[in-house]
């Protein structure tokens, strides 16, 4: 079991690819595969309900058409380190997942506000009314 963003995960949940990473490093990017690609498949994560739809629509475009939610991590010239990265990543989405988005309570505007509304209103109706041209009587 692995820990991401506070919630327990089994490590058979996540896979790993590891690909060759662009940016400088001279002979040393061209020989070597530090870019880390972590995978973690939602089905076999046994997240609850209600955080795993929101970890989906968290996830945007890394989520897979299997299930899967992918994090690529690229920055560092070390695997260990790109890896590294991309668990914060996962981690940090999850935990951002659990925690449920607070219920809007919708308010009533107060009769003050009403008030100073129907008052601002009518001295606007009384500025156009003066740009009218006179009645002739």
């Keep these: 079991m692995v820990e991401l963003g506070g ?3 089994p490590e058979a949940a996540l ?3 590891f690909a060759r990473a662009s940016g400088p490093g001279g002979q040393h990017v061209n020989k070597v595969a530090t870019a880390a690609e972590c995978r973690l498949n939602l089905a076999t994560a046994g997240l609850p309900g ?3 739809q929101r970890a989906e629509k968290l ?4 989520l897979t058409r299997e299930g899967e939610i992918v994090i690529v ?3 560092h010239r070390i695997q260990g380190r790109n890896r590294a990265a991309a668990l914060a990543r996962l981690s940090a989405l999850l935990a951002a997942a659990r925690q449920a988005p607070k219920r809007r309570i919708p308010t009533q505007p107060s ?3 009403k008030a100073n509304r129907r008052e601002a209103k009518r ?3 009384e500025v156009k009314a003066r ?3 006179p009645e002739l009587t």
Excluded at 59 to 62: H, L, Q, S, T, V
């Design 7 to 9: 919630l327990q995960v």
């Design 15 to 17: 896979s790993w690819r």
């Design 50 to 52: 209600p955080v795993r």
């Design 59 to 62: 996830a945007g475009r890394r």
């Design 73 to 75: 991590a690229d920055t």
């Design 111 to 113: 009769k003050a506000a």
């Design 123 to 125: 001295r606007r109706r």
């Design 131 to 133: 740009r009218r041209r």
